[in-house]
């Protein structure tokens, strides 16, 4: 796991027994320290933090105030909140924070914060030089990822559209190639389209802001449903892209 970590405390051994039981878990190099206010918004204009653990009370601010400012200014910042005080437990839930630990640290529950963050917000990997075998109606075609514009269903035919152009018929449905494409950074931007993130330049509303469509690359326009336009939003800052 390594994730880039900022660690917020007044307190100095405070600090330095949670970077310690940090270290234990993640690459030392990837850990960051600050003390006030000032130093926490040095490092985050410095560093791309992905993951920020909040000690709640202290003297010149308080981890609720960096929460706000971390969901205003850094949203694709998840955050932990640390108390020495349960007390402060049900007040913190409110900022919706990705998880609650009470100092000092346990190893083994710091552990089970760490997985669920990389289980769901941790970046999708570059997989551009991997390729799939698809079964298409001329046998199976070797592709990366990276090749596929989008895959999209017409009435009952499900056709992968490659950038270079060509189109191959896919024996699969629409359903079983996202559950295999997922993996690969795509999405189901609509029932009939499975789009890689990387392809779409932008999202625009169409019909006066009652439907969407997404402006890939290469120019071409595919319907995106309004339920999941909020999906995809969702979706792109939990992998890191911020809104602004």
Do not use: W
Request: glycine share 4%.
């Amino acid at each position: 796991m390594n994730p880039n970590i900022l660690i917020v405390d007044d307190d100095e051994n405070s600090l330095r027994m949670s970077r310690t039981a940090m270290e234990a878990l993640v690459d030392p190099g990837n850990i960051h320290c600050a003390q006030t206010a000032a130093e926490t918004m040095a490092i985050l204009s410095a560093e791309r933090i992905h993951l920020a653990f909040l000690d709640i009370d202290m003297p010149d601010t308080s981890g609720f105030s960096i929460a706000d400012y971390l969901r205003q200014n850094h949203p694709q910042v998840k955050y932990v909140f640390l108390t020495g005080y349960v007390d402060f437990a049900a007040r913190s839930y409110d900022y919706e924070p990705m998880d609650f630990l009470t100092k000092p640290i346990d190893l083994m529950r710091l552990k089970k914060t760490l997985e669920r963050y990389e289980s769901r917000f941790q970046p999708a990997a570059d997989y551009s030089h991997e390729r799939i075998a698809v079964d298409t109606s001329v046998g199976f075609v070797l592709l990366a990822p990276s090749e596929i514009s989008y895959i999209g269903k017409e009435r009952r035919v499900v056709k992968l559209h490659c950038a270079s152009g060509e189109e191959y018929v896919v024996r699969h449905s629409l359903d079983e190639l996202e559950s295999i494409f997922s993996d690969f950074g795509f999405f189901r931007i609509h029932q009939s389209c499975l789009v890689p993130l990387p392809n779409i330049i932008s999202v625009q509303p169409v019909r006066f802001g009652n439907t969407y469509e997404a402006v890939l690359g290469d120019q071409t326009r595919l319907p995106v449903s309004r339920d999941k336009y909020q999906k995809l939003r969702s979706f792109l800052v939990s992998r890191g892209i911020p809104f602004i």
